[in-house]
């Protein structure tokens, strides 16, 4: 048989690349405090970027979790079946300390490090989920310190342990939280599910919970109305004596993207739990795994957009149209130029969180206040950009891009899911201004933090004076919340990028995102910019 046509202008797979070849992610893993990993960081890259871990993740998102309520003899037994994959991914995570090392090593940069390692081992969004939750979960289960000191070791053990048995009899555990219903959403004080004290100090919880992520993990944070008011439980799914605790899954959810990741909804009849911090008082004892949870949808949101970045740069440079390479096409190079330094920012915000939370953990209070009002900020802002990000990221690859065998589909549909996640972007500006109101010294701290690249840029210290403005607005600021929680986050990377960025990247993000010189859309870069040492920073080089 005679060919038909030849393959030919065709990209080749973008596997056989090191996640962690990023100057930004490394520059920043150095000033946060983290240098000491910077190794580590580039094995677990090269490893993300190589075609078996790709194929992982592939096979995950595919081979979506399949709900077994019974076992074959009628039996209920509630577990959730994970492809192979999900478990090699799972693996690597829990061995690279993904899930909770920082709670475990003492060292100064321990989040960052932890946090750049987050960075770049990108593969698979879905199964980090439980890895953040686990991470999440250790500072709020210190309000108990019996159940804490009882699971601490094994919730930051790097033994990856999926079997589902009694959690002291594990090499390690994972831990997940459960707090929506269906009536309240984010509004978790409308939750419904009813503890009741028993005579040994145990509770039991009855009730419905309409989003529960990663049902198969050992424990879970959850919010029950208990006699004192709503308050947090820890409730294991397997119980001390080896049975199944009364936590019932309904079903999984269907969901848009994150399909290597179950969600379910899930029913407690009669389960038992202990309860962690005070009766009344759950939303404060949990509202640190929230917070911890933000800065992992801030990593993320910048992540994906770094990795849209890589798989744009990654086409156009082996792509041709119109008799041209489309990397040396001048609007091509506008827009990727343009998609780099907002992922440049992005993950220079994220990596100063985490190094915020390093600082604030070992008892600095400023840098405590900073993390307060700018996590809430940089999760709505980056979060919120994401989405448009993966848009314009997938349309450099064209009609390509829009297939799911290339790997950018499965970046656009998971790109929405950060800025719903532990508070939509309401929520999420709404914190930004509660923590104004309850932590009126957030906002000096905030100046503070943006006045040490006073004077260095005009554009800038115009920018921080109109925020300085919007603040003190305060009739209207409840309405302007979104503005306001854009302007933290875009300041703050200002104040980054001034100080410590590359001086191109520093010029476009100045020129544009605090000059007004900016479209509406991606790629309208004005002219007289040096985008040459920015596209050579965003190019990721194959093996």
């Not at 993300?48 to 979506?64: I, K, P, T």
């Not at 009628?74 to 061995?95: K, N, P």
Request: glycine share 10%; with cysteine.
């Amino acid at each position: 048989m005679s060919e038909t046509h030849l393959v030919v202008n065709q990209v080749p797979s973008f596997t056989g690349f090191n996640t962690a070849h990023s100057p930004v992610l490394l520059e920043a893993l150095r000033r946060e405090g983290g240098g000491w990993a910077e190794q580590e960081v580039i094995e677990l890259g090269a490893l993300a970027g190589s075609d078996e871990v790709q194929q992982w993740a592939v096979a995950a998102e595919r081979n979506a979790p399949i709900l077994r309520t019974h076992d074959r003899f009628g039996h209920r037994i509630d577990e959730v079946e994970y492809t192979g994959d999900y478990h090699r991914l799972m693996t690597v995570a829990i061995e690279h300390g993904l899930h909770g090392a920082p709670w475990a090593d003492a060292r100064a940069g321990a989040h960052v490090a932890r946090a750049a390692k987050m960075w770049a081992w990108s593969a698979d969004p879905g199964h980090l989920c439980p890895i953040s939750m686990t991470y999440a979960a250790v500072p709020a289960l210190r309000a108990a310190p019996e159940l804490a000191a009882l699971y601490e070791p094994l919730l930051t053990s790097r033994s990856y342990d999926a079997r589902v048995a009694a959690p002291l009899t594990k090499s390690g555990l994972t831990a997940g939280m459960s707090m929506t219903e269906k009536q309240g959403g984010s509004d978790v004080r409308a939750g419904t599910t009813a503890a009741v004290p028993g005579a040994d100090g145990s509770y039991t919880l009855t009730g419905h919970k309409w989003f529960t992520s990663a049902p198969m993990c050992d424990l879970f944070l959850v919010l029950a109305q208990a006699p004192g008011g709503l308050s947090c439980f820890l409730l294991p799914k397997v119980l001390p004596d080896g049975t199944r605790n009364r936590m019932l899954l309904q079903r999984l959810k269907d969901k848009l993207g994150n399909r290597s990741n179950a969600s379910a909804e899930i029913e407690y009849d009669g389960a038992l739990a202990w309860r962690v911090g005070e009766e009344g008082r759950g939303v404060r004892t949990i509202i640190e795994m929230v917070n911890l949870t933000r800065l992992d949808c801030t990593l993320g949101g910048a992540t994906l957009m770094r990795t849209g970045v890589a798989m744009a740069m990654h086409h156009i440079t082996h792509r041709k149209a119109f008799g041209e390479y489309l990397i040396d096409q001048p609007l091509m190079r506008n827009v990727v130029a343009d998609l780099a330094v907002e992922a440049e920012a992005a993950t220079m915000v994220a990596m100063r969180m985490a190094g915020a939370t390093d600082r604030a953990s070992a008892g600095d209070e400023p840098e405590a206040l900073l993390r307060r009002i700018g996590l809430a900020a940089a999760k709505y802002w980056v979060c919120k950009g994401a989405p448009k990000h993966a848009g314009e990221a997938l349309e450099c690859l064209g009609g390509n891009g829009y297939i799911e065998d290339f790997p950018m589909a499965r970046l656009y549909r998971e790109a929405p899911l950060a800025g719903i996640w532990e508070g939509s972007g309401n929520v999420s500006a709404l914190d930004t201004l509660r923590a104004m109101a309850t932590k009126p010294e957030s906002v000096l701290t905030l100046f503070a933090e943006l006045d040490k690249a006073r004077g260095m840029d005009t554009r800038f210290d115009r920018y921080v004076d109109q925020l300085r403005d919007s603040i003190d607005d305060f009739d209207t600021i409840a309405y302007r919340a979104r503005s306001v929680a854009e302007r933290i986050t875009v300041a703050m990377q200002a104040s980054l990028l001034l100080r410590h960025g590359h001086p191109a990247v520093t010029e476009v993000f100045c020129a544009t995102r605090l000059d007004g010189r900016w479209g509406n859309a991606y790629g309208t870069l004005p002219t007289g910019l040096d985008l040459d040492p920015v596209i050579e920073r965003a190019t990721v080089k194959l093996a």
